[in-house]
């Protein structure tokens, strides 16, 4: 049921998102389309509530529950920005805004900018190790947390896996080919990274 419930608040996700842009945009009806927009956290709360009603019933903590924390930790962290990154090209597409920015490429802008997306992911980790630990204590000790404690091991070592690729972008920044200024995109790029 739980793996169920992930899936269907994934595609849930994704189908509020397009109604909320359609309606901001296609409709013209700006404020309904906001508040479509605004249900968004409500998936996850509905997945929260049944991941601990399923364990209230007796369910015996597996990878389905540390799954379903490491969602929402991901969806805490990472869903907002993709909402507004999606809002921006529907603006720029039916809306008749600038064309968003595109992330920097190269440099020091293109180090900070994989830096802010790390610390998005420890966010991510912190809330879904947050609950799984909430998960460990309310099952108490008549159940094995094992698979609990797990997922919280797996959730630090995605922190550490993604520190390290952010880190090569500081130690060895990639520099514009020979030629080409990328002071321009450097600079559109930041202002992009601003607005996540």
């Known amino acids: 049921m739980i793996v169920t419930l992930v899936i269907i608040c994934e595609a849930g996700f994704w189908v509020l998102l397009a109604a909320g842009l359609a309606l901001r945009y ?34 015996e903590p597996d990878w389905k529950h540390g799954l379903a924390a490491l969602y929402i930790g991901y969806t805490v962290a990472y869903g907002h920005s993709t909402v507004t990154w999606l809002d921006g090209h529907a603006a720029h597409r039916f809306g008749g805004a600038p064309r968003p920015a595109k992330p920097p490429r190269y440099g020091a802008a293109r180090a900070r900018h994989e830096g ?32 609990l404690t797990a997922w919280q091991l797996s959730a630090a070592q995605l922190v550490g896996v993604h ?18 200024d990328g002071g321009q995109g450097e600079a559109a790029g930041t202002a992009a990274s601003a607005r996540r």
Do not use: I
């Open 163 to 180: 520190g390290a690729v952010a880190l090569t972008y500081t130690l060895w920044p990639k520099k514009p080919p020979k030629g080409r």
């Open 116 to 147: 802010r997306l790390w610390l998005r992911t420890v966010l991510a980790a912190a809330v879904a190790v947050a609950l799984l630990q909430c998960a460990v204590w309310y099952v108490g000790g008549a159940n094995d947390t094992g698979p």
């Open 26 to 59: 296609l409709a013209g009806r700006k404020r309904l389309g906001a508040a479509v927009l605004l249900m968004e956290p409500v998936l996850e709360l509905v997945l929260l509530v049944a991941t601990a009603v399923d364990l209230r019933n007796g369910a």
